[in-house]
């Protein structure tokens, strides 16, 4: 049997989510500019160019809206924090990001990517605190645990999870680059996507 979500490919972009449609499920992923969004998601595919990788933070600009499976959706969320691009675009962003994590009624789970080795910055902080203001089914995922010493990983783990007010196992410790958590990442959203 194929790994689940491997065969995901690009569907549609919009910059308001009542233009998305329907799906049966669907996740959705968020995080700062430069956290490894596109490649955290290449890897859960197992695809080099799935999402598009750039050097330059922000290049995620609108809802990016992915099918693997029939009728399940990966969603690709713009960035928040530190981004190239017109002061007017950015400010639209944040509004478009809250419509469709508010008005979508088969989002199963937001994954919120946070730095391992920086940790959660303040606003990782606010919007994991709005997630729960809102009262959305949200996960933490720490990005780049490559970039983390091994003799510092669980420490770290523990810091990065306490810092949020939950414990080392509820975060998801991965790295798109060594293909470590992605495996267990991949089975936990195909899970979510009922795949």
Known sequence: ????????????????????????????????????????????????????????????????????GPDRWIVDLPGYGFATGPAAERATWQKMVEGYLTGRATLRMVFVLVDAEVGPTKLDHQMIDWLRSESLPHRIVATKADQVKPSKALKQRKDVAADLGLQANDIAWVSAAKGSGIPELRREVADLLDL
Do not use: Y
Not at 28 to 51: D, E, H, I, Y
């Open 1 to 68: 049997m194929a790994q689940p979500l491997t065969d995901a490919r690009f569907v549609t972009s919009a910059a308001d989510a009542k233009k998305l449609g329907v799906c049966h499920a669907e996740v959705a992923f968020v995080g700062r500019s430069n956290v490894g969004k596109s490649s955290l998601l290449n890897a859960l595919a197992n695809q080099k160019q799935l999402a598009r990788v750039s050097k330059t933070p922000g290049r995620t600009r609108l809802i990016n809206v992915f099918l693997t």
